[in-house]
């Protein structure tokens, strides 16, 4: 007898236990003893009909109407807003965007609104990419009922902080951020008006990437070019931008709803589609109100970290899971080239925040 | 008469103009522009078998709520929602959550509707509900008969003693009765505030205890004293055993909703505590018939009065609960103790009136110590 029968039969064995009794008063001990052995008898939740496949049950009913909302989790993945190139006279490259903070309501799970504040009428707002060296203009309108601002992480003048005081437009009225493109790297930007915590978790808040020159990158020129959007080497790559997100619905300064890039579980009810032969290559920030920390767990596989993204080799090498705290931000890189196709989950190993809509699969063919 | 008629019209009809134009025109919606509703639900029975999870929900809400999504201990579960709509104000729906649950430990539902609002529901220990086959409604029946029946007949087996007592020691027994019945009130109405607690605000339950008690205390008055009559031996013996009845109706409500939501761990303790808690019970109800000859006919009907009750009641709890429910009936059981202790102190006082005595004796404030001591005593059990 093997080591599973033999525990097995002495489960059974102390179930008949309790059934040895008699008289008129076993009845009613009978029957609490039924409830209490619910559990493994015949009453057993262990399998309710059916569940969700790859779900297990843990999943939002129904879907988020993307065209309401005016942004798809999808699309967002990859949908860089470059700005308006030109060149300077000095010859430098001129990159100009437009931002503008309006009040909206989201639907960040199917069926649950939230009172967001956003930049562009999406959240997170538009993920900004700029070559290291750029002179980057942004024209900047508050349509929101609160003063707002954008503030880069990046290299800039007190001037360009994107503070009360430095470039804090009130409603109605507009600010222009200018400065240089630098350090290269995986960025964000979000308000910094006051109540700070408010303003970030409302959802004003977005990536901000900058591409390395090669040209200043000799020692690391191939690596430089196939982060370089616009090049071939780039094209080989799979990139996708996830934004770790939470929403705190009932305003308890408790996130009813995570997720990257809004959407409770949008990518585990429709996963990310991977081509099997292109290597990956994921911008990930963490703008998280409320916990401390968020993670990213890569199933069935390993991934090169490269912390902000400021270097060019990884500060992180064969890892599978990795945190980071508020407003941490790295680049992520991995292949599935040797894997069979199929359903790769990848989640924030907070179970917690993962059962609670960070949950994501990357379908692989 | 038709001009008395036209009288009342009048200011109705001007009440429903000034209601119909304020409905209509809004004039005070500006103070709440913006603003989303504000949402309540209540969680009025919940209920866990091999499928999952079972929660009988109430809107309080004035503007329709929309359930959007629920939880299960911090995990998005699927559902149903039937009917699958928003609900309206008092509005109830059913959700069905095909969840594992754990026998034996705790677990919190939490619905959250579209305004992102969350209402959590705490189930204290997971075990599957009762389920309606014949088994079931026959093992608690025998739960209601253990708790109702049982003691109360039991009580009445004091009845020979009691003939055997001297006039100020069937004092002391009539005393005891009013200790007892005095006890019973108090923990009626703070068992019908406790549910009323549970039951949506919408519906004022705490309000209706109060109006439920003082009705059926005036109907029984009435009832009672009819035609001139003061209510004394069989017929007092009757009133008692009701307004007990209706007590224990309660009670077996309590101990079957208890039962269904799988905090009755100690269900057979629970059980013995409430029979030694309820004989006294029989004592008060024989106490009025000492000057009488009854048969066992008369006791075992008024064993029936006082103690089938709780039968219902323990089936409606395990089967059927609802907090509201349950609000009505500590709220009638309420009043009816009330009618018993008036008519139960009005028959004292007459016989010590009868005696010279006056409308407080010894015997009489010790009966009333030793019925309020027991019945704190025997509490201590349940």
């Given amino acids: 007898m093997g080591l599973i029968e033999r525990l097995l039969s002495r489960r059974r064995f102390l179930g008949a236990g309790l059934a040895v009794s008699g008289g008129a008063g076993a009845l009613l001990l009978a029957r609490s003893e039924a409830a209490a052995q619910a559990g493994h008898g015949h009453d057993a939740p262990a399998a309710p009909a059916a569940p969700h496949p790859h779900s297990g049950g843990n999943r939002t009913k129904g879907a988020v109407d993307a065209a309401r909302n005016g942004f798809d989790p999808h699309s967002m993945l990859t949908d860089w807003d470059t700005g308006k190139v030109s060149e300077l006279p000095d010859g430098r490259r001129l990159r100009e965007f437009e931002i503008v903070a309006i009040d909206r309501e989201i639907e960040i799970a199917p069926g649950i609104f939230f009172p967001a504040w956003t930049y562009n009428g999406r959240v997170p707002g538009p993920a900004l990419r700029a070559t290291e060296g750029d002179v980057v203009r942004i024209r900047f309108f508050n349509g929101g009922a609160h003063p707002h601002t954008l503030h880069f992480h990046g290299i800039h003048s007190a001037r360009m902080d994107g503070i009360p005081g430095a470039g804090e437009a009130f409603p109605g009225e507009e600010f222009i951020y200018e400065f240089t493109a630098q350090p290269f790297g995986c960025h964000l930007y979000h308000c910094h008006s006051f109540p700070l915590r408010r303003h970030l978790h409302k959802g004003l808040y977005g990536a901000f990437v900058i591409d390395p020159d090669p040209e200043r990158h000799p020692e690391h020129r191939e690596a430089a070019r196939s982060r370089l959007l616009g090049t071939p080497e780039n094209a080989a790559w799979q990139e996708l931008v996830m934004v770790m997100n939470g929403f705190d619905t009932n305003f308890d300064e408790e996130n009813e709803v995570y997720a990257v890039n809004s959407i409770a579980f949008a990518y585990h009810d429709k996963p990310i589609h991977i081509a099997r032969e292109r290597p990956v290559r994921i911008y990930l920030v963490n703008l998280t109100e409320f916990d401390p920390i968020n993670s990213f767990h890569l199933h069935a596989n390993f991934f090169d970290y490269f912390d902000h993204g400021t270097t060019l080799t990884p500060t992180l090498k064969t890892v599978d899971t990795v945190m980071q705290c508020q407003a941490q931000r790295g680049i992520l890189e991995f292949t599935f080239k040797d894997h069979e196709p199929g359903s790769y989950m990848f989640h924030a190993h907070q179970t917690e925040f993962a059962e609670l809509g960070w949950m994501s699969r990357f379908e692989v063919a | ?382």
Avoid: K
Avoid at chain 2, 62 to 79: K, M, N, R, T
Avoid at chain 2, 92 to 121: C, K, M, N, Q
Avoid at chain 2, 240 to 264: D, M, P, R, Y
């Fill in chain 2, 1 to 382: 008469m038709t001009a008395a008629w036209t009288r009342a019209l009048l200011p109705l009809a001007v009440i429903v103009a000034i209601a119909a134009i304020f409905v209509t025109t809004r004039p005070l919606d500006f103070l709440s522009a913006g603003v989303p509703p504000a949402e309540e639900l209540t969680v009025e029975r919940a209920t866990l078998d091999g499928e999952g999870l079972h929660l009988t929900v109430r809107s309080g809400a004035w503007e329709p709520l929309s359930i959007a999504q629920v939880q299960v201990d911090g995990a998005y579960w699927e559902f149903t929602l039937t009917p699958d709509a928003p609900l309206g104000r008092l509005a109830t729906a059913r959700l069905d959550i095909p969840y594992p649950w754990t026998a034996g430990e705790p677990h919190v539902v939490t619905v959250v509707t579209s305004t992102g609002t969350t209402f959590e529901h705490t189930i204290a220990v997971a075990a599957a509900t009762p389920s309606r086959s014949p088994a079931d409604f026959a093992v608690f029946a025998v739960v209601g008969l253990m708790v109702g029946v049982v003691p109360v007949a039991t009580g009445m087996l004091f009845f020979p003693l009691l003939r055997q007592v001297s006039r100020r020691g069937l004092d002391f027994v009539l005393a005891l009765t009013i200790g007892l019945l005095a006890f019973l009130l108090i923990d009626t109405l703070e068992e019908g505030m406790e549910a009323a607690a549970r039951a949506p605000a919408g519906l004022q339950a705490g309000l209706a205890v109060w109006l439920a008690a003082g009705g059926t205390f005036l109907a029984l008055m009435w009832i009672g004293r009819r035609g001139g009559r003061r209510p004394e031996g069989r017929a007092l013996a009757f009133y008692i055993a009701l307004g007990i009845g209706l007590h224990n109706l309660g009670e077996g409500l309590v101990i079957g909703a208890s039962f269904a939501i799988g905090e009755t761990a100690l269900a057979s303790f629970l059980i013995v505590g409430f029979m030694l808690h309820n004989v006294t019970e029989g004592v008060g109800i024989s106490a009025p018939l000492v000057g009488e000859r009854p048969g066992w006919p008369l006791f075992a009907g008024l064993a029936a009065v006082a103690g089938l009750p709780a039968v219902a009641g323990t089936w409606a709890g395990v089967f059927a609960f609802a907090p509201h429910w349950a609000v009505l009936c500590f709220g009638i059981g309420a009043g009816a103790i009330l009618q018993v202790i008036v008519e139960v102190g009005a028959f004292i006082g007459r016989r010590a009136a009868a005696a010279g005595d006056g409308w407080i004796t010894g015997s009489g404030l010790a009966g009333f110590g030793a019925g309020l001591a027991v019945m704190y005593g025997t509490a201590l059990l349940i």
